[in-house]
């Protein structure tokens, strides 16, 4: 006789936070109001109940586009279907989603890490098939999938600000695939009258700690903060911060603009006043104290164009504060709107290469100065960097400039890399220069393409020797066979930023960008260059 196939049932299964005790309380206020319970054929050992929210028989917004050339006359119709199954286990609320059912859940009463943690304990770092990660460092967040089943490793996570936010693969059994990310989609032999069974497996692997001991290990060197409550409790610690006398953050702005900036204005606040610049420490004088968390988002940073003839952008103080606080005995960060949990080791690395390689106020340079632009000439702005590097290099036959002198990278299309704003030839300083320190995702990249144009200089003889042509036309022969003969051991990397000191009178960068520091430094020393080096030169008061 025949034996009869294994059953197999693909799940997605969703956990709901310690909070939620009632089956319900787990669906958005939407979904109870407008849900149907559907009762069960019989008793189940479990607490458990079906929740489906009807829907509406429609033709599609694409139907009835093509209904303009063809006779569809409504014969295309279609509907979303929407269902949970809500179900106990050990006291805690779990939701199996189908269809749609993953919209009925509410996110903010869910533990959005569970898929993660349950996959990352689950998966062999040896057999992964899809990593989906972001970088603070950058804006990019991709979904790399792999041909076939292969290490960690191969999906370049490895990087100091990699946040991983889904993996997929097979299980360490070998028998099933799965995938995890806020919530875990898996296949298995439970049917749903044992889903509480498979529901106290899960909890098993969302609590163990065996992942730390692989390559998964670094999902916990930054962590995003899930948890809503948690949120609430450090915007309130931000909140007391930024009212003390000696605020720990500081205040930039979100990305880059491609349009140059002519003055900032504070949105919400009674002042018009006008500002080259915006730090805390002004924000603050402005709008005085802060009442409540609101206050957070309710006050707005504006940047205008050069000729005040429009705004080009607009982002809340909250998500223009960068900093860290200590809640009991963990840090977290502030980037870009958005809590993180940093792991006490990446911490320390962080902050020791930023120590080691601060050498503070630049004193040799004058204060990066304030000029004026615009159709009326009235508009004050700080003086561009390109304008700035010009006049400084004009000012000291020691420096040569190079900014947007770009060489061609062999065998690559574009414009080619930019080797330095300006190098300092006594010292043999490859210098980049960068108005402003108090953005993580714009200082991080900065960082990497002074790590990248370091990297083309030791690697690329083509490269190398193209900027030693260059170096020949400005310096005299004994000099050239000094830089060459010395490179690139005696040279070092030095990156200067323009900024204003924090409330402490110290000058710094963001902890982000001290990661991403730390990391571009043991590269390019590791390249053979003598050291890396970040200094600061004062921006003029507004």
């Not at 989906?132 to 967040?141: C, D, F, T, Y």
Request: hydrophobic letters at 40%.
């Amino acid at each position: 006789m025949a034996q009869e196939p294994e059953k197999k049932i693909k799940y997605s299964i969703h956990l709901a936070s310690e909070s939620v005790k009632d089956l319900a309380d787990f669906l958005t206020e939407n979904a109870r109001a407008k849900s149907i319970q559907i009762e069960l054929r019989k008793a189940f050992p479990f607490e458990c109940a079906l929740y489906h929210k009807p829907t509406i028989n429609s033709v599609p917004g694409w139907a009835t586009k093509l209904d303009d050339f063809f006779e569809i006359d409504g014969k295309i119709r279609s509907a979303s279907s929407a269902a949970v199954v809500l179900f106990k286990c050990k006291n805690r609320v779990f939701a199996c989603s189908y269809g749609h059912g993953h919209t009925m859940l509410n996110s903010d009463r869910r533990e959005n890490d569970f898929g993660l943690l349950v996959a990352a304990n689950s998966l062999s770092d040896e057999n992964v098939k899809l990593v989906e990660k972001a970088n603070l460092g950058s804006v990019i967040r991709d979904a790399t999938q792999a041909a076939g089943i292969t290490r960690l490793q191969e999906f370049n996570v490895d990087r100091a600000l990699s946040l991983v936010r889904k993996l997929s693969g097979n299980a360490k059994d070998g028998n099933s695939a799965l995938s995890g990310a806020s919530s875990i989609t898996l296949i298995s032999d439970k049917d749903v009258g044992e889903l509480h069974e498979l529901g106290e497996a899960l909890l098993d692997l969302y609590s163990a700690t065996s992942y730390k001991k692989t390559a998964f290990g670094i999902i916990d060197k930054i962590k995003p903060v899930l948890d809503v409550m948690l949120v609430k409790k450090l915007d309130q610690a931000l909140l007391d911060d930024l009212n003390s006398e000696d605020p720990s953050f500081e205040l930039g702005a979100p990305e880059i603009d491609t349009e140059p900036i002519g003055y900032m204005t504070i949105s919400g606040a009674k002042s018009r006043a006008q500002y080259p610049d915006i730090s805390l420490a002004t924000f603050l004088d402005v709008v005085g104290d802060l009442e409540t968390t609101d206050d957070l988002h309710a006050y707005c940073v504006v940047t205008h164009n050069i000729d005040g003839t429009h705004r080009l952008k607009e982002w809340t103080l909250y998500r223009g504060l960068v900093g860290s606080i200590v809640d009991g005995t963990k840090r977290y960060a502030l980037n870009e709107g958005k809590w993180y949990r940093i792991d006490e080791a990446l911490q320390k690395s962080a902050n020791d290469a930023f120590a080691k390689a601060s050498k503070g106020w630049d004193k040799a340079y004058l204060p990066w100065p304030i000029i004026t632009r615009g159709k009326k000439g009235k508009t004050s702005v700080y003086e561009p960097e390109g304008d700035f590097n010009k006049r400084v290099a004009n000012a000291d036959p020691n420096l040569l400039l190079f900014d947007a002198d770009l060489v061609p990278i062999p065998n690559t299309p574009g414009p080619g890399v930019e080797i330095c704003d300006l190098f300092e030839v006594k010292q043999k300083r490859l210098i980049h220069v960068k108005k402003s320190g108090r953005r993580s995702s714009v200082i991080s990249h900065f960082l990497t393409q002074g790590m990248n144009s370091a990297k083309f200089l030791r690697t690329y003889d083509q490269i190398r020797n193209e900027f030693f042509n260059r170096l020949e036309k400005l310096v005299d022969p004994a000099t050239l066979a000094d830089l060459q003969n010395s490179f690139p051991y005696d040279w070092t990397v030095e990156f200067k930023f323009g900024d204003f000191p924090n409330q402490s009178g110290d000058y710094t960068i963001p902890f982000f960008s001290r990661v991403t520091l730390d990391e571009t430094k043991r590269e390019i020393e590791a390249l053979g260059y003598k050291a890396v080096e970040v200094s600061f030169i004062k921006l003029s008061n507004p």
